[in-house]
């Protein structure tokens, strides 16, 4: 919202400069976002007349310009099209400095001296899209009387400054002067001025020049208030007009629409003027368009209407979208004659939605969207007449319509000022209390320690108490309120279990050097594909987003990988040729609750100078934290993954993850060069599994008895498969049993391999012999030589 | 014999004194100790010597042994060390050439400031409490009081899973279900994941990260509040920054308000980071738990107040290592990752 400082002073006293007066609108809730200084230092640049225009003999498109200053006249040479003698004109003379850098000098143009230059707004450092229709692509005409020889600045008020303000939500009466004048005068404590509204003459009768106006929807429109104006004529608003609605963002159109968005921006509601000739049978309908209608609106844009859709209609066709835009056909031109003047009050939310549904939003559209009061609409109709006649656009006609409900309860809301002291933790006295909201208009007096307050239509926002504490502490202002430290006992703060496994395995995943990164919980369905999951895998059985942004982000990730590969492609594609990497993150499944359930999980990639085992090593150390068994176990059937580089985590019989090297497959799909590794660990199955305590085991004071054995067996048979099998028999004193080497080749049959096994005895309580160790080996190689056809080598 | 002894000690000692190598040293020990060495064979002698005349004679040689062996052992020592310190004068090396050990990892700055915000509050008293990213409707919207028609709820702006379900947009349905589930005293952090219907620009992604925190119990106040964030403030950017309560409008608070920071750049005195208002906007909004929000939880607004207030932590992240796009943040690209 655009508060021109001038024109804000209308009705209020400010009696400060403008730093102070934006800090204390700022401190008291009126956000302001910027102060614009519309002094542009324009120097040497008056108005004058054109008193006659001759063609340059020596080229066609410029002409020769003799210009009255009052004091002197001058002549000069312009290519400007939209000049005629008797024009007022703004001359920037020798010595002039415009607001673009540029200084005037006599020039020379083709023989002939030029003494200066005639002036276009956008030269004058205006916007030029708040140039009116008639002075655009050319120069300023001031189509009034003006004293020849005036400062330019005096004549355009290019000087002062206008505040750039943000207003919240809740607060659309502040999308108006009067608006910002009373948050003013509240927070300067000072006076605010209503302006005063009075129509001078009325003549015949509205009746004689509207049949009827009716509310058909009255759900969507609760207030239709209106009058006629005739003889009017339209043309350019006084320059004063057109100058105060620019400063405040809006272009000049003509003098009836211009006075519509003066009160508009004065008292915040929008207004609307139809040529009342157009309109068949003199009749306005407010109803809710018919399916199949359509509307050419101001911006000359055929629109297709629905039945949600308000529209203010004549006997048959469309006139405009109510709240939203006019229509063309109804449209005040030059030559109107008679004006339906509308002040209405529709319905909020239904104005919002058609704005956007249409994808058109104007100034209109913008207020009339809130929650605006339906009270406004008498006096914004008087003061657009009052307006129109006093500029002597037209005569105003006598009597009004005025259809749907007035809002006949006062509403009152209570605060006690204790409760107001309570929640602010301050300590203001009830008369304070009292004179600040009645300086905000909001009329409050004290009755039984209660302060009662009657809500002004325009503050539709305040409905409980705590509003109006609101109102309280912002006019005295929070900077005011005296920071305290909260009461009551120290509590101690705590994390979920599941954080703290979370945390834990960040911190082990930091320690082995990995790095972490973080990825959107969205991503595209064309995932599941890239990474080749199986048509009727439950990966696949992702929740969808109704209103995604683009099919890249329109499905909730059910695992974590495809976006550690995107991101390891990413990387590798940068000509970073290896990295280590893990995401924590959550992961989205399907379910019959009502929410889906969110899993967390803990996803590791590894590419580069790494192998199978550099990923198996990280997993361990990230598990072994957690002091429960576990196991890998062979899985050769999951399409991402490598037939025979795969394993799956178990524990307790239950997976809770998965490892692996990336099928080559997948690797072409996300086009990474290196061989990659993942896993994906789910962390609520850490959590379930995980054993809190850690019990010290004596440290062995006996000597340890060593054994080295060496197999031949089937090349399938796994390293792990021997060791657990030798750990199922719960040989005594055997401490550990460890493989230290695998060979194939010389003197190994084909299809089998050597492996290489040490194992520690150890007893608690003796020095074990080499006998009793004797006895145990050779039970083990029997048992291997049975189960796995092993051979002693 | 004394002269002898006396001769074998000053010859050995002088011999001692010029040696250069272990193995002379030893030559000299057998020479003179060793089981033919020159005072062994003397030694040897004693039976020939009158009886009176042994003892004297023989505690003589056990001294000159004592003496050669002293000085023997002192001279290997020192050769020794003059051994050692060639060797280690060899061993020198070039310590300017880069450690080789792992590297530790590296956390994702947005995380870490997200973790270090949480443990901040985790002292003083609060409980980090996290919720789903895919939520209700009613915990986003309708519970936290934001009005029917509000703008938020829009299609255009919020992600919808169905009519009641959507990606929540901000932390603030935490809030809900910590209050529907708990009585006062309640004191909460929540950081997570939001979204909104943003295009990824340079400032906006549609996943975002906030934080915010909960406070409902007796008697708690806005100056309460003040403190609070005051305090935080300080903690996170260090002591001499300063803060500023504006009001504002939020649904779920009442009051409200919106709280500056002095810019993280110039500290307040103005720059162009803070178009020299000396102020970082719109760091953190807060206010007052709205009546209607404590009733729709259960709690009596007549008996309990709270505050609340939250920030953008991506944001915060930003602004602390002066990164420039926010974008950085989600593409995990190592060289980015190196650097923190």
Redesign the interface.
């Known amino acids: 919202m655009l508060v021109p400082i001038n024109w804000l002073k209308e009705y209020v006293d400010i009696n400060t400069d403008i730093r102070n007066l934006s800090d204390k609108l700022t401190m008291t809730g009126t956000h302001v976002d910027s102060i614009i200084n519309m002094d542009k230092n324009i120097k040497n640049t008056y108005v004058g007349k054109i008193t006659k225009l001759e063609s340059h003999p020596n080229a066609d498109k410029l002409q020769i310009v003799y210009v009255d200053l009052g004091d002197k006249k001058v002549k000069l040479i312009t290519g400007a099209k939209n000049i005629r003698e008797n024009d007022f004109v703004p001359v920037a003379i020798e010595g002039a400095v415009l607001p673009n850098g540029m200084e005037i000098e006599r020039t020379d143009f083709r023989g002939i001296e030029s003494q200066g230059m005639l002036c276009s707004y956008e030269e004058l450092g205006i916007d030029s899209s708040l140039v009116p229709k008639e002075s655009r692509d050319g120069i300023i005409i001031i189509n009034e009387e003006v004293e020849l020889g005036k400062d330019i600045v005096d004549v355009l008020d290019l000087k002062g400054y206008i505040l750039d303000l943000e207003i919240t939500f809740n607060r659309p009466d502040c999308l108006s002067m009067v608006g910002i004048g009373r948050e003013t005068a509240a927070s300067l404590n000072t006076e605010f001025n209503y302006p005063e509204i009075k129509i001078i003459n009325e003549v015949d009768d509205v009746n004689d020049y509207v049949q009827d106006i009716e509310i058909l929807d009255e759900d969507l429109c609760s207030r239709y208030y209106s009058r006629v104006i005739k003889d009017v004529k339209v043309g350019p608003s006084p320059l004063w007009l057109q100058r105060k609605i620019m400063d405040a963002g809006i272009r000049p159109i003509n003098n009836i629409v211009d006075a519509t968005n003066y009160v508009m921006l004065e008292l915040g509601q929008p207004l609307h003027a139809f040529d009342l000739d157009t309109l068949e049978g003199k009749v306005v309908k407010v109803r809710r368009a018919k399916s199949g209608e359509e509307i050419t609106t101001l911006d000359k844009l055929n629109r297709k209407l629905d039945e949600d859709m308000l529209i203010i209609a004549d006997e048959s066709v469309p006139l405009g979208i109510a709240g939203v835009m006019g229509g063309f056909d109804s449209e005040v031109r030059k030559d109107s004659k008679v004006i339906l003047i509308e002040s209405a009050n529709f319905d909020g939310k239904s104005v919002r939605e058609t704005s956007k549904k249409l994808g058109l939003r104007s100034e209109a559209s913008s207020r009339n969207e809130k929650d605006l009061s339906n009270e406004i609409v008498v006096d914004a109709c008087n003061r657009v007449c009052q307006l129109i006649e006093s500029i002597g656009a037209g005569t105003i006609v006598k009597g009004v319509i005025d259809k749907g409900e007035k809002e006949s309860k006062i509403k009152e809301v209570s605060m006690k000022p204790q409760s107001c002291n309570n929640l602010l933790g301050t300590d203001i006295k009830d008369e304070k209390m009292l004179q600040i909201l009645n300086s905000l208009y909001i009329e409050s007096r004290l009755e039984k320690e209660k302060i009662i307050s009657k809500i002004p239509s325009f503050r539709k926002d305040l409905k409980i108490e705590a509003d109006l504490i609101e109102e309280v502490g912002r006019i005295h202002g929070f900077h005011n309120i005296l920071p305290k430290p909260l009461e009551g006992n120290i509590l101690k703060g705590s994390k979920s279990e599941l954080r703290k496994v979370e945390d834990k395995c960040k911190n082990v995943l930091y320690g082995l050097g990995l790095y972490e990164i973080t990825t959107y919980s969205f991503i595209s369905p064309k995932e599941y594909d890239r990474f080749n999951v199986k048509k009727d895998d439950s990966l696949r059985n992702y929740v969808e987003i109704s209103n995604p942004l683009g099919e890249d982000f329109s499905s909730m990730r059910t695992t974590l990988m495809p976006n550690m590969l995107k991101v390891i492609s990413k990387n590798s594609n940068h000509g970073i040729k290896e990295g280590m990497l893990f995401e924590i993150g959550n992961t989205f499944e399907n379910s019959n609750k009502t929410i889906p359930n969110e899993i967390r999980k803990v996803s590791i990639g590894m590419y580069g100078n790494y192998d199978f085992y550099s990923l198996k090593g990280v997993v361990e150390n990230l598990l072994n934290k957690f002091g429960f068994k576990y196991k890998f176990k062979v899985e050769k059937n999951i399409s991402s993954f490598h037939p025979g580089r795969t394993a799956k985590i178990v524990s307790n019989n239950i997976e809770i993850g998965l490892m692996g090297e990336i099928h080559p497959d997948v690797r072409g799909n996300y086009e990474i060069e290196e061989r990659t590794y993942l896993a994906e660990i789910d962390i609520h199955k850490i959590l379930e599994n995980k054993t809190e305590e850690k019990t010290y085991k004596e440290i062995a004071k006996y000597p340890s008895v060593t054994r080295d054995i060496s197999i031949v067996v089937d090349e399938d048979i796994l390293v792990g498969d021997i060791i657990e099998e030798v750990e199922a028999m719960s040989i005594d004193n055997l401490e550990k049993i460890e493989m230290f080497d695998i060979y194939r080749g010389k003197n190994i049959e084909n299809g089998k391999k050597s492996l290489a096994y040490t194992m520690v005895f150890r007893s608690s309580d003796k020095t074990l012999l080499e006998e009793e160790v004797n006895g145990k080996y050779d039970k083990i190689l029997e048992r291997l030589k049975k189960l796995f056809n092993a051979k002693l080598r | 014999m004394e002269e002898k002894l006396q001769k074998i000690q000053k010859s050995a000692i002088k011999e001692i004194k010029n040696v250069e190598t272990k193995e002379e040293i030893e030559r000299i020990r057998v020479k003179y100790l060793g089981k033919k060495g020159e005072l062994t064979l003397l030694l040897r002698e004693m039976g020939s010597l009158p009886k009176e005349k042994r003892p004297i004679i023989g505690k003589m040689a056990n001294e000159v042994r004592t003496i050669l062996e002293k000085n023997i052992e002192k001279k290997k020592y020192e050769i020794e060390n003059v051994e050692k310190n060639k060797r280690l004068e060899k061993e020198k090396i070039d310590i300017s050439i880069p450690g080789d050990f ?7 700055p ?2 870490k400031v997200k ?1 270090e915000l ?1 443990d901040l ?10 919720g ?5 409707v009613e915990h986003n919207f309708d519970a936290l009081n934001a009005p ?4 938020s709820r ?3 702006d919020t ?4 009519d ?2 959507l ?1 929540r947009t901000q932390t603030s349905p935490v809030q809900i279900r910590v209050m529907k589930e708990q009585k006062p ?1 309640i ?1 909460i ?1 929540s950081a997570g ?1 939001t ?1 909104r ?3 990824v620009d340079d400032t906006h992604s ?2 975002f990260h906030q934080m915010e925190c909960l ?1 409902v ?8 509040l ?3 964030i ?1 305090h935080f403030v300080k903690e996170l950017f260090g002591d001499d920054m300063k803060t ?6 939020f649904p779920f608070t ?5 709280v500056d920071v002095s810019c993280l750049v110039c500290k307040g005195e103005g720059c162009e980071a803070c ?1 020299y208002t000396g102020w970082s906007m719109e760091l953190l909004g807060c206010g ?1 738990v ?3 929000v404590l009733e729709n939880c259960g709690i009596d607004p007549n008996v309990y ?1 709270g505050y609340a207030f939250g920030m953008g932590i991506d944001r915060v992240t930003m602004v602390k290592h002066k990164i420039n796009d926010i974008r950085l ?7 980015f ?2 650097q923190f």
Not at chain 2, 121 to 130: R, S, T
Not at chain 2, 148 to 151: A, E, F, I, L, M
Not at chain 2, 329 to 335: G, K, Q, T, V
């Open positions: 792992p590297d530790v990892g590296k956390r994702h947005l995380l973790e949480e509050f985790l002292k003083m008293g609060y409980d980090v409490v996290e789903p990213e895919i939520d209700t029917p028609d509000h703008p829009d299609k255009s992600f919808y899973i169905n009641e379900l990606l005293p004191r952090v994941r979204f219907f943003d295009e549609p996943m406070v119990d007796k008697n708690v106040t806005l100056a309460n003040k403190d609070s005051n500023r309560f504006r009001p504002h409008n009442e009051p409200s308000a919106e178009s007052m709205h009546p209607k107040s943040l989600f593409e995990n690209d190592i060289r990752l190196k």
